[in-house]
């Protein structure tokens, strides 16, 4: 009998609050859950306002980058594509 190997979850090193910390990148399977965790608890004014604030976003390492652009249009998905998210950025006046 084999046994299954878990997977090390992948993880990037951040600073939070002056200390270095490893923050967890979810997995692909994950994505309804976090969609459904945003739906459940955020308006889609509040998600639209993210999305502006991250679209900017530019860090130095890639892979972080790309994580970074990853979540944002993970975000606008939620919202409906991009003509919603520009008439919620107008709505919100940004």
Not at 54 to 73: C, I, M, N
């Given at each position: ?27 692909n ?36 980058q ?29």
């Amino acid at each position: 009998m084999s046994k299954m190997r878990r997977r090390k979850p992948k993880t990037y090193e951040t600073t939070l609050n002056g200390k270095k910390t490893r923050v967890t990148i979810p997995e692909n399977e994950d994505t309804d859950v976090l969609a459904e965790a945003l739906k459940d608890n955020l308006s889609p004014e509040a998600v639209a306002t993210i999305v502006a604030y991250l679209q900017p976003t530019r860090v130095k390492d890639a892979k972080v980058q790309r994580e970074v652009e990853w979540f944002s249009g993970m975000l606008v998905e939620l919202l409906g594509g991009y003509k919603a998210f520009n008439r919620l950025m107008d709505e919100v006046g940004l």
